[in-house]
């Protein structure tokens, strides 16, 4: 080959070349941390949209959540991103706005992520209120979005395909908790259900009434509160005035807590108390002894025996870090240690990651289709999506735990996971003391 | 049913004595400086921040944090009387309402970007008082009490004090006061820095029992509105009355039917006072 054939070879390899990173450079906005993959194969960006409750009443929980997703983030870049089958690795940016707790900032805020930061993926709020807000913007603009810290059933029935719960739904939030009431106390009859007016709160105690009910329960007491109320003395009188075994309910932190710590103020000494959302943060105990005994359904606890052997015998595909693990790195990463929402958040990553992985791909449609067809066990648990028309995306796989607070040898507050036998961690403490 | 009806009532008058010093703070305003204070729910948010912290960051008992809030209170008063209420004291009534309300803008604002909008509470236990079937909290027991000293030593001042017959001078006769030799513009900004130390102690006293944020104060400023036009216009001891039948009718509501109702029922009161007997159920004197 002559001098000028070999230098148009050159010149046009270096042009390919050129133009390979011009693509790249066009391809991501931003580069991602770390600069690009080891191994040298094409990298792609991905921008994960969603907002976090800087401010307002949910503060508490959708921080940890954000704390947990990006803990995902960060752990899969530093992977170097996931491995396509093409040899393209693709790494995650996360962006975020406050929604300041308010269902009336989600929908600006979302279709802001999508049209201006270009979101290719969203992550719900946390709550099911917000999330349900969001949920209406993904399936809008058709962008998979994967729900966590949401557990309102309803969202999933309105017929949105594009839409995917990790948590287990409100339908079983407490009903194992009525369970859990059978098993320990036979001759228990009443119950009285409190429960915040939200969407979530009333989803949970409507589930749990219709299953208390069918199995023979009498509900003397069914009231709601409005979300944000403090004074819950006049409800207190009513439980009293009814004299139930067991008292079930609740709402968000905020709210449960003032519950907890005003049952205990005014002395009422219900045998078993189940409520929302707070038992299991660790915050909950710094109402001080109205904690002792309080049950609480968990998404997830740290003493969840989830495992790569377990996903084998349930015939599911185990994916990301190992329980301890999970709850180590965690806490070297934040100095604080893991709560379910800190868990959902991570996991909805790995579910993303699951489903991309499956698909080969990012494409909207195909991941969809690779979501679809799910069926892994994380840290977190099971997870599988209801695929029918009728309730797209709900999660039909992943369980709730029960923790309940006891004093541990040293007279301290501790939680144990007390339901279901086979993960639990102490005996349920009953009556409470 | 009648155990639930004693229990409510009780609960119910016990936090009516912490409503009626809010109230008398803004009836004490209104009646001597002749303002209406739209800052008084801010001020008694404020309050509530200014225990949490003391009681926090300093570790002092609640108890022995709340008349260093209550300064706090009365020293705030008096400045936001001398920078923004005393250029319109004697303009039209909507320029010291646009006043005041410029005040509870800015303290709102400012206190929402330094605390924001989540949830504080201060992590108190006083126990319980335990009569028959009624169980009370410690800390409504000690409000209940601290309402009662606060009152009282209001009417010893405002009764057996010198400075007291000038304040009621002042309300009675701004210009006969004047010409008496009452220095009425301390006197008005004296008034002004009780009336928000009344605030601040019932917000203190209010940071026991419930946790708040800084727009928490808006609630019991609406509730502190209805109770002075229930008890008379510039009269404490009615706003006291008013706030315990405030406070009681709030605790029956509830025995009866559901909690959402109980805003509706507080402020049909209101409008049917307002029709009826517009002076209050304890007019104030002239």
């Known amino acids: ?433 | 049913m009648l155990t639930q009806f004693a229990a409510s009532l009780v609960d119910g008058l016990l936090i009516g004595f912490v409503y009626g010093v809010a109230a008398m703070g803004l009836t004490l305003i209104w009646g001597v400086v002749k303002i209406i204070n739209l800052a008084h729910g801010a001020i008694l948010a404020l309050a509530m921040f200014g225990l949490y912290f003391l009681a926090s960051w300093a570790g002092l008992n609640p108890y022995v944090a709340l008349p260093l809030v209550a300064i706090g209170g009365l020293l705030a008063g008096y400045g936001i009387y001398v920078v923004a209420v005393q250029r319109v004291v004697n303009a039209p009534p909507l320029s010291s309402l646009l006043a005041t309300f410029a005040v509870n803008m800015m303290i709102i604002g400012t206190a929402t970007t330094i605390f924001t909008t989540s949830p504080y509470s201060v992590t108190f236990d006083a126990g319980r008082v335990s009569a028959g079937f009624i169980t009370v909290p410690g800390t409504r027991i000690v409000a209940t009490v601290a309402a009662i000293i606060v009152t009282g030593a209001l009417y010893v001042f405002l009764y057996r004090s010198r400075t007291g017959k000038a304040i009621r001078a002042v309300a009675n006769n701004r210009d006969a006061a004047e010409l008496m030799g009452i220095p009425s513009g301390r006197i008005l900004a004296l008034s002004f820095g009780l009336g928000t130390m009344l605030a601040a102690v019932a917000g203190g006293l209010i940071a026991t029992f419930f946790p708040f944020t800084i727009l928490s104060g808006d609630a019991y400023q609406l509730k502190s509105f209805v109770i002075v036009v229930l008890g008379g216009l510039g009269n404490p001891l009615g706003a006291l009355a008013g706030g315990l039948i405030l406070g009681s009718l709030e605790g029956l509501v509830q025995v009866f039917t559901s909690a959402s109702w109980v805003p509706v029922i507080e402020f049909g009161l209101f409008v049917i006072i307002l029709l009826v007997r517009p002076n209050g159920i304890f007019p104030g004197r002239r």
Not at chain 1, 316 to 332: C, I, M, Q, R
């Open chain 1, 1 to 433: 080959m002559g001098t000028i054939g070999l230098l148009r070879r050159v010149s046009g390899i270096g042009l390919l070349a050129a133009a390979l990173v011009g693509c790249q450079a066009g391809a991501s906005p931003s580069t991602p941390p770390g600069g690009s993959p080891p191994g040298g194969g094409p990298a792609k960006t991905i921008v994960i949209g969603f907002t976090t409750s800087q401010t307002g009443s949910l503060n508490v929980e959708s921080t940890r959540q954000q704390h947990g997703l990006q803990l995902w983030v960060d752990d899969v870049n530093k992977a170097g991103g996931i491995k396509l089958s093409d040899g393209t690795a693709i790494t995650f940016q996360a962006k975020t706005y406050d929604d300041e707790s308010k269902a009336d900032r989600i929908q600006e805020l979302y279709t802001k992520l999508v049209n201006e930061d270009k979101a290719d993926f969203l992550i719900s709020p946390y709550s099911s209120g917000l999330a349900d807000a969001s949920a209406v913007i993904a399936e809008q603009y058709g962008k998979v979005m994967i729900t966590t810290g949401a557990a309102s059933d309803g969202t999933y029935k309105k017929g949105y395909s594009h839409v995917y719960q990790a948590y287990t739904p409100a339908s079983h939030y407490l009903t194992g908790a009525a369970d859990l009431l059978a098993k320990l106390d036979g001759s228990a009859k009443k119950i009285a259900i409190v429960h915040e007016n939200d969407k979530f709160s009333s989803d949970v105690a409507k589930a749990l009434t219709d299953y208390a009910t069918q199995k023979a329960y009498q509900i003397v007491v069914n009231e709601g509160y409005d979300s944000g109320a403090t004074d819950f003395a006049s409800f207190v009188n009513k439980i009293a005035a009814a004299s139930p075994d067991a008292v079930m309910g609740g709402g968000h932190f905020a709210d449960t807590s003032t519950f907890a710590k005003q049952l205990h103020e005014k002395g009422l000494k219900p045998k078993m108390v189940a409520l929302l959302v707070a038992p299991p943060e660790p915050k909950f105990a710094d109402i001080g002894n109205a904690a002792l005994g309080v049950v609480g359904p968990s998404q997830w606890e740290p003493t969840v025996k989830f495992s790569e052997e377990a996903a084998k015998s349930a015939g599911a595909t185990w994916l990301g870090p190992k329980v301890d693990e999970f709850v180590s790195h965690y806490k070297a990463a934040y100095n604080e240690d893991p709560s379910y929402h800190s868990a959902g958040g991570y996991a909805a990553g790995l579910i993303l990651q699951a489903a991309i992985q499956a698909a080969s791909s990012t494409d909207t449609d195909k991941v969809k289709a690779a979501m679809d067809g799910l069926n892994a066990m994380t840290f977190f648990g099971l997870t599988k999506f209801d695929t029918s028309a009728a309730a797209h995306g709900l999660q039909v796989a992943h369980e709730m735990v029960y923790i309940q607070w006891q004093k541990d040898s040293s007279g301290k507050l501790a939680k144990q996971v007390v339901w279901p036998d086979v993960t639990k961690t102490a005996e349920a403490v009953y009556p409470i003391p």
